[in-house]
């Protein structure tokens, strides 16, 4: 079978950093996305990694240990903004589909 | 602007009833995708398409049906074999096989 596993929730202050953990088990892995979807919206595409190691855009980092089967999104300077949840996603092959995980909630408190 | 565009944001369906939901692209993606999403749960894969004239089943495609008769379209009908279509339907597109999906804003499905 295929799973990932993501916290259902996380609650942090503004300003600070926090880490959304997604472990996978799939047939295949091309790579590991990560979407955030605020209430009611669509999802809005954040990073990719399909190789180890850290890929950082502005706030927001993406990390993936394959040998794990393990990933993570980091957040930093958190904002209120920030509230949303947080889908991390398997691409079991090149030509396949995404897989996505449960979601995880993120309340960035004052 | 390029974008992807679901219609009706809100639709109900009467028992037995089969509805459609409508998704255009004008991107120029290749593949294109149905999701659902039910409360505070994550996105299902009903069907994906990565070609004109050719379509996938995903995890979920019991009481759905799709057609891809052109790029930019990629209509979901919902039928009365689907018993629970209550939901959030999204659809999504993306260029060749790439990672980064694209999606349109949602369409509520309710059954009255």
């Known amino acids: 079978g295929q799973s990932l596993e993501q916290p259902s929730e996380v609650t942090a202050v503004e300003g600070a950093i926090v880490q959304i953990n997604c472990t996978y088990q799939?047939?295949?892995?091309?790579?590991l996305s990560w979407y955030q979807q605020h209430d009611g919206g669509a999802p809005t595409f954040l990073s990719y990694?399909?190789?180890?190691g850290l890929e950082e855009t502005g706030r927001f980092s993406s990390f993936l240990s394959r040998s794990d089967s393990y990933g993570y999104l980091l957040l930093q300077e958190l904002q209120m903004k920030d509230s949303a949840s947080y889908f991390c996603?398997?691409?079991?092959?090149?030509?396949?589909?995404?897989?996505f995980g449960q979601g995880t909630e993120l309340s960035v408190k004052p | 602007d390029g974008g992807i565009t679901q219609s009706p944001k809100y639709l109900f369906r009467k028992e037995g009833q089969n509805v459609t939901l409508s998704c255009e692209q004008n991107l120029n993606h290749d593949a294109m995708y149905w999701y659902r999403q039910d409360p505070g749960q994550g996105l299902r894969l009903i069907y994906y398409s990565q070609i004109v004239n050719d379509f996938q089943k995903g995890d979920i495609a019991e009481g759905y049906s799709v057609s891809r008769e052109k790029k930019e379209s990629f209509p979901l009908t919902v039928t009365s074999a689907q018993k629970n279509p209550t939901a959030f339907y999204l659809c999504a597109s993306s260029k060749d096989s790439h990672v980064e999906l694209f999606f349109g804003s949602g369409t509520q499905l309710s059954v009255l």
């Open positions: 990694n399909g190789l180890d």
């Open positions: 799939t047939s295949g892995f091309y790579g």
């Open positions: 996603a398997v691409k079991e092959n090149q030509g396949g589909k995404l897989i």
